[in-house]
């Protein structure tokens, strides 16, 4: 076992962190999601997530989201969404 080894419970916990991190991402509007610089097939994968009304459907896209952001550095998603909560916080 290497350094780089992650057991089953710790992928899982991490898949989990980037459902929730695309759940936050879909709860934004999307004049704000444009301007956060996000991959083009991330965007359109929220945007559809937007448009879906059954509760199933939603949680597969909110997961498919989260496969999707398994490929990019999560850290300046969360940056920017700090910055929007803090944004909101004082007005």
């Known amino acids: 076992m290497g350094a780089e080894y992650k057991s089953r419970t710790q992928k899982k916990n991490e898949d989990r962190a980037l459902q929730r991190l695309g759940e936050q991402l879909v709860a934004l509007p999307f004049g704000q999601l444009e301007t956060m610089e996000?991959?083009?097939e991330l965007l359109t994968a929220i945007e559809l997530a937007h448009k879906i009304k059954s509760r199933s459907a939603r949680r597969r896209q909110i997961q498919y989201i989260g496969a999707l952001m398994r490929h990019i550095d999560p850290?300046?998603?969360?940056?920017?969404l700090e910055r929007i909560r803090m944004g909101n916080i004082r007005k």
Do not use: G, V
């Open 38 to 40: 996000l991959p083009d």
């Open 75 to 80: 850290q300046p998603i969360e940056a920017a």
